[in-house]
């Protein structure tokens, strides 16, 4: 941008002169370059280009090298895109937020969740854009969260780019805490459940602990499985399940609701900070995003006003205000941390919901549990590399049956749904989903007062939330203990 020339609210891109890719800008930010020629034009080590060869893929797990070109460019149709984005976004959080409205309050609960998830949206938004920009700078094709906050460092020409790794790190580090935690939350969920649905069949009750170690002994073959091909059958048909549990939690949920005064419009002071982690866990998929822009055949359809982000994102938002809405009208002070949980234990189609939702849950475990270890596995290869020595081939379940381990300790040392959701929505929820992409577009984009002041305001709530959130959660759990 010239000398002297004003900035009106607009973020633009700090390209470097070296970059020989042609682009355009709509709106604030640049437009990507058309995916086939990225995906086409790969920089081999000598300097050469080709589209023959190898294929680099930035996950959360690193580079990971194709060897078939053609199978690269087909990637997912919107359609396809906009399923994967919503299996993504709703979880075991949106199970939780009648929980949550309980502690902000019918009315409060409506428009903070509401809020929420346009602030994320947006989140989202400025991190796709960010990660095209430096996909533009940096002439690398495919960049996950970690690559994006680590290159947005690394491409500047101040102190920053001292920090590029340890962002990058952090990022990591935040991701491994999330996806371990929502392994925990699966565990619980699963058997909070289940002993519901045996208890109410006859069984004698036993402590939930003896229940969090059957379950966590039968994940662990399933989590041996390595290859994410293998899981799809499973997930196709966790589908199912959710889509027919979700019907029979909204027909119950709308039968015989009470009148709206009847519950409070904005709860007590003291469990708001409560309220707000657990609100946040449920938009905790934004670790997905660019994996799911990077496959589309159509990348731009995924942003703009009518695209695949907010089309996935409304329908998100409207099922989030449904669920919490209507469940804490219907059942108020009884609410249970699971929606699930609230249903009528005298009607074996609603103990079938629980079962479905279990069955989908622990299917989904092996797909959370992935992420973690594609992260960590590499990092113990290659320190083993550095000193020398070899690794015995069933090194790697090994580590997997001890994070299987570790997630079923921590399932026991706080089985309690709605603490775990709201703790792990606090410490690491507001970093990935809010925090962190308002950090990354000041850091990519040469931004005006006015985008300065709009990321402050959401860094700002994600601070608040952060803090407030972790500190009141925690006192909530020594408490309960």
Known sequence: MPKGESFSGESTPLLSNSSSFEHETIGDHLKQPNSIDIDRSITCGDGTKTGKVEYEIFTASGKHVLDQPEEVSTGTTNTESL????????GTGVMGLPMAYKNGGLWMGLAVVSLMGVICTHCMHILVQSSNELSIRTKKTHLDYASVIENACDTRNDWM????????????????????????????????????????????????????????????????????????????????????????????LFQDLPDYTERPSVADIGTIPLFFAQALFAFEAIGMVLPLHMK?????????????????????????????????????????????LNLPNDEWLYLSVKIMFSVSVYITFALQFYVPMTILWPIIEHKAKATGRLLPTYAENVFRF??????????????????????????????????????????????????????????????????TGTVTTIIEIIRTF
């Open 296 to 340: 589309m055949i159509d990348k731009p359809a995924f942003l703009g006003k009518a695209g695949v982000l907010n089309l996935g994102l409304t329908i998100t938002i409207a099922l989030y205000n449904a669920v919490g809405f209507y469940g804490f009208l219907k059942y108020g002070e009884d609410t249970q941390p699971s929606i699930t």
């Open 161 to 252: 780019r001292n920090w590029s790794n340890s962002a990058k790190n952090l990022v990591n580090i935040l991701l491994i805490v999330t996806q371990l935690g929502i392994c925990c939350t699966y565990i619980v969920f699963v058997t909070d459940n289940i002993k519901q649905v045996l208890e109410q069949a006859g069984l004698v009750p036993i402590d939930s602990r003896i229940y969090v170690v059957i379950i966590s002994v039968l994940l662990v073959p399933y989590v041996i499985v390595k290859q994410l091909k293998t899981l799809a059958p499973f997930s196709a048909f966790a589908n199912v399940l959710n889509c027919i549990g979700f019907v029979l939690i909204l027909v119950n």
């Open 83 to 90: 399923m994967h984005l919503l299996k993504c976004m709703i």
């Open 402 to 467: 001890l994070l299987v381990l570790l997630t079923c300790g921590l399932s026991a040392l706080v089985p309690h749904l709605d603490l775990l959701i709201a703790l792990i929505g606090a410490f690491a929820g507001t970093f990935l989903a809010i925090i962190l992409p308002a950090v990354i577009e000041l850091l990519t984009f040469q931004c005006s007062i006015t985008v300065w002041i709009k990321n402050g305001f959401i860094i700002g709530i994600g601070l608040t939330g952060f803090a």
